[in-house]
Every structure is written in structure tokens, then in C-alpha cells.
């Protein structure tokens, strides 16, 4: 989640896991390159996966996953008895199947998403796994649309919400997943998001007031709307509607209401009367795992530094111990069969590969499907270490720190990794980024600034106006820790960041610039006025929430503190070079924010090299980019940080990166 004011409901919802240029000339100042053999290459930590998001089929006959065919995510089916016997059903080219798909309740349904070059507007799409019979569901050309709602009780029926009459808001369809007839069930008229049963029942809708309070109603027998309950602007983002039980008596939701900390809360339709279900004291309850019969919470799972699971019941405890004694690792909760008998599951590690596996409740078995990433067989990977240290300001921060193998050489060159969002965070497990960065000699230390969610709201209203503010001290108090820690040299530290990352980088170039040796900017934003008349129109309802939280642009005084706050302001301290990489297609943080910058610091005479990727939006979803970007971004840093790196060889084969400006600032590029 980057910069996007998602739908609380979408968020929570128990659909989520319970995720033309010249090779190398020279080498970079610094340390000599090393020979191939001692570097894993980039594609081991970079390329698509082996095996992503495998889920069994309610009748817990069949197994379906995505996989790669020539380096684009396709699906692929298997019979639970024999998942050697697997095949692909799809035979997509060009831009991978989205990773969120669907078993329908017919058993030979599935149902996936794809988008247009990273634009987000996300099409779906079903296919019968016996003929291939592809059936669009939701309209294109340029209509975003999501699965609202899908049942047993309807198997040929699904409920979508898509934005094709209105950008702003989404209507609601039950769509025929077999002959693709839809039906408008909804026209929404100003709704943030809308909260349907397992009856396909529209029963609550929210929207967003002027001081950010969201306001859900409840719709009435005469389809009249009445006041439900309202949560205050501190609490939206840990508090949010699960679904309903069932039978419809019950609604399950997270709320941090009235407390710090998000916890489980089942409400009583007819007395609403809230009883806790489950709490963890350290940190919010973040995701639930669901039993899709009789829409009961089974299990509800928190971060600490790690992944933290409580069971509801006795069986969900015994599901645990289950887990467990299988093998190490956090594990998430992937899908269940219809009679939850089994269940597919997936074991996060940082030392190794992640791991497939299917526990069978009958014989309390848990049995390993697949390897997530074959390639990382042989690799000696450097463990994720969670850390804590506090800000200045006495707020205690955490992160996750990744130091190379060390030959005695001294301390090695930092990279501060900062995630997007910023209302999201790190966890713990194999980070490519980390891994990569460990192997050419970095110490890698990710922050979870001030801001970041499943730490309790008090933590997140900490950030409240404070975008390059003490959220940017957050991070430089990061780097001094590891200084003083005796992990890094102090003249070697670089800033990599993407999204809000990549905001915090353009500020760590134009307010703290004495601190970094260079910079990785990955569509970051410049302004904060231009960034917020720019955002798409489906985040409207939501404006009134970012007004609070990092200024208000329609009036004097928020205008000139978001001015303030923008990097482009401060183009006079910018000194160190960088490098900012930006997805043409990307409607969240759009091209003009980095082409702004860049030609501000070409003004200034500032080292700057800019690639563009034509088919990519806020990300890199087409691995041909992957490898080209990171190929670029590991001689930017080895020339100014000193470490290791891999020449480019054929990295650039298939990719849309185009080297806009600086090219020559960059070993082996050029305009």
C-alpha cells in the first residue's frame, strides 16, 4: 500500500494472505569489481518467484497458484493428490496475471485481474480450468473494478463494485462468472466503500466527512440510510468492518476505538453490543483469518517484530501447534476448503526461501507443496535482524537491519532502505532488497518511521503534519544509531527509498544532503501542492483525511506549510548525486512530479540521472524492468558508496528503460 487511501474493507477483508543502453564501460571509483562468481546474480533476488499465492479449491480438490511462463505470471492448476501433474490454464504474455485471484464456488472457476502497463485499473477476467474459456467480467478502457463479495450459496455469482459510471465512486454488479451478464445492484451515489453479506445483501455504506470522520450507515427495509457509527480521524486507519457472520446477526470488525491498540471486536446486529474477541498489547490486530461457511474469525494475527497469531478457538490453537512443529518461520494463512479440512499455508523465513505447505485437519498433518524461490537453494543469505532505538524525541522506532559477511576490511557503506505508504510498515522475512543490497557489501537497515501502522494510533498521529519533518528525523536519528553502533562508515551512506520513500529521499537530498554520500529516488514526490491536485479521482472521498494529516491546499496557511514541506523548495541544498527512476503509467505519484525535480536540479548544476520505463506504474511489475532498474541503481551506488557490483550483461534485454538525462554520470550508461 503507497500513497493510496484504500478502502478500509478491501484492506482487511480475509482476501489477503493471513503481498537502448550501452553495458558497463569501466568500473566505478571505489572498491574493484568483484568477478561474477563471487555476486549472486540480480535475477535470483529479483525474478518472479517460483510459485505465488497457492490456494485450494473449496472442495479441497484442486490446488491453483501463479507461476512464470517466460517471466510472466500465468495460472496454473493441480489436483491436491498429485500437484506434480500441474499445468497452466492461462497463457498470458507481455504483464503477469495481478497476484490476488479467486477459486469460484464451481470448483472450475477462477478469477483474476489485470491492468494496462501498471495503470490500476484492474479488469477481471474468469476462466473454466476444463475448456480455457476466458469470460471478461468487468468493463475496460480505463474502469477500475474489484471483487466485493463471493459465496457458496451463489457459485455462479460474484459481487464486483467498479468505477465505470463515475470515476469518484464505485457501483455495485452481481456478475454471472459463467456467461459474464452483469447486473447493476447498486448505483452509488457518494459512498466511500459498501459493506455487503454473505446473502449478497447491501447492508452498510461510509463515506468521509469534511474533518475526516468516516460515517457508516446502515441501509434500512425501504432502502433509506440511518446513522450506524462513526470513527474519528485517529482511528481509521486501524479501524474497519470484516464482514458478517453467516446468518447476518453478526459483524465482525477491528476497532482501535477507545483504546490505543487495534483489537477484535464481534458486534450484535440487534443490541449492538461490541464484545472483544481478541487483543494483543504490543500491537494492533492487523488481519483475521476467517472460516468462509459460517463467516466466524477463527484466528487474528498481529506484527510485533514478528508475526504474532492468537487462536479463537480450540482448534485454531491446535492448527497452531501444527504449524509449529513443522518448521520455523511466521506463517500466513493462505485459503481453506469449503469444510476447512484443509488448508494452504505459506512459511515466510529470511535465511531461505519461503515455503508452500497444506494442513490436513484430519490427520493433523502439515506436508511441504513447493519452494517459493528455487534459485535460493544455494545462496548464503544474511539474516533480517528486527531492531529498536529511539528518536530523538524519546518515540521508540523499530526496523529491520541486514549486514553484509565481512572480511575484516573495516565498516562497510550503508543504505538506508525506507518504505512507501507511509501508512504502512516493514516486516520481517526474505527481502530481496535487503538480500541484494547485503551481497555488494551493504549494511541494509529499513525504518518504520513515525506514521507506520500496527504499532497503535498514538504512533501514527505522531506523523500528523509532520511529512519532512520528525518524520524525516525519525530516519536520520536511524543513521546516526548505526553509526554509533560501530555497523556503518559514516561517508559511505546512501538513501534508497520509493513512493513516500522516495519523497523522504528527495528531502534527505534537499534538507539533510551532509548526511548521505548519494541518493535513489524512486517515484518520489517533489511537491506536495502539485502531488495533491494530481491524485486520481477515486480518492476524492478520502481527501479530507490527507488535508488533515499533511495540510489543507485550498487554504493559504496549508498551502504554504505543504510548500514548505516539498522538496522542490529547498533545490539549493541539494549537492549529492541521484539517480530517480519513474513508471510513465503511474497515477499515484505521476511523471511531472519527478520531471519537475530533475530539471531543478539539472538547473543547479546537481548530478542527476533520470530513466523512465514506459510500461510501468507506481512499481516495477515486469521483471525485464526490475532487472534493468536495479542494474543501473547497483553501478549508481557502487561509483559513490564503494561496493560491489554485478556488470549489466544483458539485464536491459526486453526492458522499456529509457535513460532520460545523466546517463553518462552512471558507468557504462549514456544518454
Known amino acids: 500500500m503507497w500513497l493510496e487511501p484504500v478502502s ?136 477500475k473494478s474489484f471483487m466485493q463479495e463471493i459465496d457458496h450459496k451463489f457459485p455462479e455469482q460474484v459481487l464486483f463494485r467498479h468505477n465505470q459510471r463515475d470515476k469518484r465512486y464505485f457501483d455495485l454488479f452481481g456478475i454471472n462468472i459463467v456467461s459474464g451478464a452483469s447486473e447493476l445492484k447498486f448505483e452509488n451515489p457518494d459512498f466511500l466503500d459498501l459493506i455487503t453479506d454473505s446473502a449478497f445483501q447491501l447492508r452498510l455504506g461510509s463515506r468521509v466527512n469534511a474533518a475526516g470522520t468516516v460515517e457508516i450507515f446502515e441501509q434500512q427495509a425501504d432502502g433509506s440510510w440511518q446513522p450506524f457509527l462513526e470513527i474519528p480521524i485517529g482511528d481509521v486507519d486501524l479501524t474497519g468492518l470484516i464482514d458478517f457472520s453467516a446468518d447476518g446477526n453478526t459483524l465482525y470488525m477491528l476497532d482501535s476505538r477507545g483504546r490505543d491498540k487495534a483489537a477484535l471486536f464481534a458486534v450484535d446486529m440487534t443490541t449492538r453490543r461490541a464484545s472483544l474477541l481478541a487483543a494483543d498489547d504490543e500491537a494492533d490486530i492487523v488481519q483475521v483469518a476467517m472460516d468462509d461457511e459460517t463467516r466466524r474469525p477463527f484466528a487474528a494475527k498481529s506484527i510485533r517484530d514478528r508475526v504474532h497469531w492468537i487462536g479463537l478457538d480450540d482448534g485454531a490453537g491446535q492448527d497452531l501447534a501444527d504449524f509449529a512443529r513443522h518448521g520455523p518461520g511466521d506463517v500466513g494463512i493462505i485459503s481453506d476448503s469449503l469444510d476447512r479440512r484443509t488448508a494452504s499455508i505459506f512459511y515466510e523465513r529470511d535465511t531461505e526461501s519461503g515455503e508452500f505447505a497444506l494442513l490436513d485437519r484430519n490427520t493433523r498433518q502439515v506436508r511441504k507443496l513447493f519452494t517459493e524461490r528455487k534459485a535460493l537453494a544455494d545462496v548464503a543469505l544474511r539474516k533480517l535482524q528486527p531492531v529498536t532505538f529511539p528518536a530523538r524525541d524519546g518515540l521508540k ?196 512530479e519527478s520531471a519537475q525535480m530533475v530539471e531543478a536540479l539539472k538547473q543547479r548544476g546537481v548530478p542527476v540521472t533520470y530513466v523512465t520505463f514506459s510500461d510501468e506504474g507506481h512499481g516495477f511489475a515486469r521483471p525485464e524492468n526490475r532487472m534493468a532498474f536495479t542494474a543501473v541503481t547497483e553501478a549508481f551506488l557502487a561509483k559513490h558508496l564503494g561496493g560491489r557490483y554485478q556488470p549489466i550483461g544483458d539485464d536491459f534485454a526486453g526492458s522499456t528503460l529509457k535513460v532520460e538525462t545523466g546517463g553518462e554520470l552512471v558507468p557504462g550508461l549514456r544518454s
Not at 548505526?482 to 519523497?503: E, L, T, W
Not at 528527495?506 to 529516488?521: G, H, N, R, S, Y
Request: hydrophobic letters at 45%; charged letters at 20%; proline letters at 8%.
Open 397 to 592: 522506532l523499530n526496523g529491520y537491519l541486514t549486514e553484509p559477511a565481512q572480511d575484516g576490511g573495516g565498516k562497510p557503506p550503508l543504505v538506508l532502505a525506507i518504505h512507501g505508504g507511509p501508512y504502512a510498515r516493514d516486516a520481517w522475512g526474505f527481502s530481496p532488497l535487503h538480500q541484494w543490497l547485503a551481497n555488494r557489501g551493504y549494511a541494509v537497515l529499513s525504518v518504520n518511521y513515525r506514521g507506520s501502522t500496527g504499532f497503535g494510533k498514538a504512533f501514527i498521529a505522531e506523523a500528523d503534519r509532520e511529512w519532512g519533518g520528525r518524520m524525516h528525523d525519525d530516519l536520520i536519528d536511524a543513521v546516526n544509531w548505526a553509526i554509533a553502533q560501530g555497523i556503518a562508515d559514516p561517508k559511505r551512506v546512501g538513501f534508497y527509498g520509493a513512493s513516500y520513500g522516495g519523497y523522504s529521499a528527495l528531502m534527505a537530498a534537499t534538507k539533510t544532503p551532509e548526511t548521505f554520500a548519494c541518493i535513489v529516488d524512486v517515484f518520489g514526490i517533489s511537491n506536495l501542492v502539485t502531488f495533491m491536485a494530481t491524485i486520481p479521482p477515486y480518492w476524492g472521498p478520502w481527501f479530507s483525511v490527507w488535508k488533515k494529516r499533511l495540510g489543507d491546499p485550498g487554504t493559504e496557511e496549508g498551502r504554504a506549510f505543504l510548500i514548505e514541506r516539498s522538496p522542490l523548495t529547498h533545490i539549493d541544498r541539494a549537492i549529492r548525486p541521484i539517480l530517480i527512476a519513474q513508471g510513465l503509467r503511474d497515477v499515484r505519484v505521476v511523471p511531472a
Open 8 to 143: 478500509r474493507r478491501v484492506f482487511l477483508r480475509r482476501s489477503a494472505a493471513w503481498t537502448a543502453v550501452l553495458p558497463l564501460a569501466g568500473l566505478p571509483r571505489g572498491r574493484a569489481a568483484a568477478s561474477p562468481a563471487d555476486l549472486v546474480p540480480r535475477q535470483v533476488f529479483f525474478d518472479e518467484p517460483d510459485y505465488i499465492n497457492v490456494r485450494v479449491s473449496p472442495d479441497g480438490a484442486s490446488l491453483a497458484w501463479l507461476a512464470p511462463i517466460d517471466r510472466v505470471n500465468n495460472l496454473w492448476v493441480a489436483p491436491i493428490a498429485d500437484p506434480a501433474a500441474a499445468r497452466p490454464v492461462t497463457r498470458v504474455t507481455g504483464r503477469s496475471i495481478g497476484s490476488y485471484f479467486r477459486w469460484a464456488h464451481t470448483n472450475r472457476h477462477l478469477i483474476y485481474f489485470r491492468d494496462h502497463d501498471g495503470d490500476e485499473n484492474y479488469r477481471a477476467f474468469s476462466i473454466d480450468i476444463a475448456t480455457s474459456a476466458v469470460v471478461p467480467l468487468t468493463p475496460d478502457d480505463g474502469v
